[in-house]
């Protein structure tokens, strides 16, 4: 297949082919847009079936940072990279240096981080070889944990949608549907429950969804009933394309918010909730706190300026729900839309992480 008449081709700048015969690597980078800064965004790790699939995550995903790093307000473009290989079997010292190596080649215009397939002991050994990575703990630098700021954004952004659909401006006493209480879901629980709201939770994990009950008193319901459990809000927080034509007509809540990746199953889905007087909190706007982390790493942000950020995602809320409400469009598409005016203002001269 060529690159350029890929169904996911959207004008890249770069998309870049490794393969290191030594160590058996073979990594494709999409850079998307280096418009606002060095594209960023992480490295997946994947047995893909074929060259065309890991190519297809690429050019999607690399896309999505484009769009994620520019609703955050972040000097970043968007970028991705694809390692083709199984994460169980395949990793080794070599592997990881070669990856090092290409990332190199890019001369800082793309910087990576996490992704699936990649753990926190994978990411020092590629920057024994690169230093365009980021988004783990390194010595010296600002932690590399996202999830507190992700669930910081979450809570934040719930409570903006709450009070545009709701018009009130605490969660005390509505009842909301947290689905996932992994690091973020669990932090976004328990500062809800902190505020007063009542939580009816899932897990798949049933740990987790006993230290909910216990700690917070939430009601536990099996996985297959909380994204159309009888709520004022439903906060993803577990997996994606949860939102579509089946859960839709059931849906009870009035408010999604939640910091899954891709909860819409199709972009068309956010028309259905926007019909359905639902009010949707663009995931990729609101889960921008993991993000702002990253950046914080490559730029040397402190905390406090980390989380000055993160409150912005209100801001930015306010602007998508306004929007969407004086347009009559769904909030996702107005989400690209600030996105796409944010990236077309700045000029389109790619700037390389130093
Ligand atoms: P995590 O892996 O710590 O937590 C996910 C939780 O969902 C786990 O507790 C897991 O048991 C649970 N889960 C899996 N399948 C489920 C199901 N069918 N029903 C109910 N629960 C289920 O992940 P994390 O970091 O909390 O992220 C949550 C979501 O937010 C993910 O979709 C992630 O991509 C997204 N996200 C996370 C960011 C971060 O900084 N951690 C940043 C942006 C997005």
Redesign the pocket.
């Known amino acids: 297949m060529s690159v350029f008449e890929a169904p996911d081709f959207d004008h890249h700048e770069a998309v870049a082919f490794f393969d290191d015969k030594a160590s058996g690597l073979r990594a494709i980078i999409a850079i998307h847009s280096t418009a606002l800064g060095p594209a960023c965004g992480g490295t997946r790790m994947f047995k893909y079936a074929t060259t065309e699939e890991a190519l297809t995550d690429a050019l999607r995903l690399s896309r999505g940072m484009s769009y994620k790093s520019a609703i955050a307000n972040l000097p970043l473009g968007g970028g991705k990279a694809v390692v083709i290989g199984d994460p169980a079997r395949d990793k080794t010292d070599a592997l990881f240096l070669a990856y090092a190596n290409a990332i190199n080649t890019l001369a800082g215009r793309y910087v990576t981080a996490m992704d699936v397939g990649m753990t926190a002991k994978d990411m020092p050994v590629i920057a024994r070889g690169t230093k365009y990575i980021a988004g783990f703990d390194q010595p010296g630098k600002a932690g590399g944990d996202?999830?507190p700021?992700?669930a910081l954004g979450v809570f934040i952004g719930l409570k903006e949608a709450v009070k545009h659909r709701l018009g009130v401006d605490s969660t005390k006493g509505l009842l909301i549907a947290v689905?996932?209480?992994?690091?973020?879901?669990m932090n976004v629980a328990r500062r809800l429950h902190e505020e007063g709201a009542r939580l009816v939770v899932?897990?798949?994990?049933d740990a987790?969804t006993r230290h909910a009950a216990d700690a917070f008193g939430a009601k536990v319901l099996p996985?297959d009933a909380?994204v159309t459990a009888d709520c004022d809000v439903l906060s993803p927080?577990?997996?994606?394309a949860i939102l579509n034509d089946v859960t839709i007509p059931q849906l009870h809540a009035r408010v999604i918010a939640?910091?899954?990746?891709n909860q819409l199953a199709r972009d068309e889905h956010g028309k259905a909730l926007q019909a359905r007087g639902i009010l949707y909190a663009p995931?990729y706007a609101i889960?921008g706190?993991?993000?702002i982390?990253v950046a914080a790493q490559i730029y040397d942000w402190n905390d406090a300026e980390v989380e000055r950020r993160v409150l912005t995602i209100g801001d930015t809320l306010r602007e998508i729900f306004h929007r969407a409400d004086v347009e009559g469009l769904p909030t996702n598409q107005i989400a690209d839309r600030i996105a796409e005016e944010r990236m077309a203002k700045k000029p389109a001269q790619a700037k390389a992480a130093e």
């Open positions: 996202s999830s700021p992700t689905q996932g209480l992994g690091k973020v879901g899932a897990d798949v994990n987790s996985p909380i927080n577990a997996m994606g939640g910091a899954a990746n995931d889960n706190g993991g993000i982390r």
